[in-house]
Nanobody
Framework: QVQLVESGGGLVQPGGSLRLSCAAS????????MAWYRQAPGKERELVAT???????NYADSVKGRFTISRDNAKNTVYLQMNSLKPEDTAVYYC???????????????WGQGTQVTVSS
């Protein structure tokens, strides 16, 4: 079984920074794409950023230039550096690992449990 554990959320003032981490553990052979999603109260979950196994990235227009996604394949870990945070960035942030291949030669997608990010003065 594979688990994704997020950390790094919290309360920050507008203009501040936070760094989220998500570590995947279990009998993992490889992970294809990894991503961060977020869900604000009363809104649908939205894609924030993605990164492929080779490091290609994509961002939602709302976070371009402020957020940076990166990953350490050796540690099966993905990061989200968030700068110049705005109140509208307040949400629960979820880590996603796509097409995780485990040593029993099965592939499956996985989600983390979510971490709260609150941007407020």
């Amino acid at each position: 079984q594979v688990q994704l554990v997020e950390s790094g959320g919290g309360l920050v003032q507008p203009g501040g920074s936070l760094r989220l981490s998500c570590a995947a553990s279990g009998s993992i052979f490889s992970i294809n794409a990894m991503a961060w999603y977020r869900q604000a109260p009363g809104k649908e979950r939205e894609l924030v950023a993605t990164i492929t196994s080779r490091g290609s990235t994509n961002y939602a227009d709302s976070v371009k230039g402020r957020f940076t996604i990166s990953r350490d394949n050796a540690k099966n870990t993905v990061y989200l550096q968030m700068n110049s945070l705005k109140p509208e960035d307040t949400a629960v942030y979820y880590c996603y690992a796509g097409s995780v291949l485990t040593y029993d030669w099965r592939t499956k997608d996985y989600w983390g449990q979510g971490t709260q990010v609150t941007v407020s003065s």
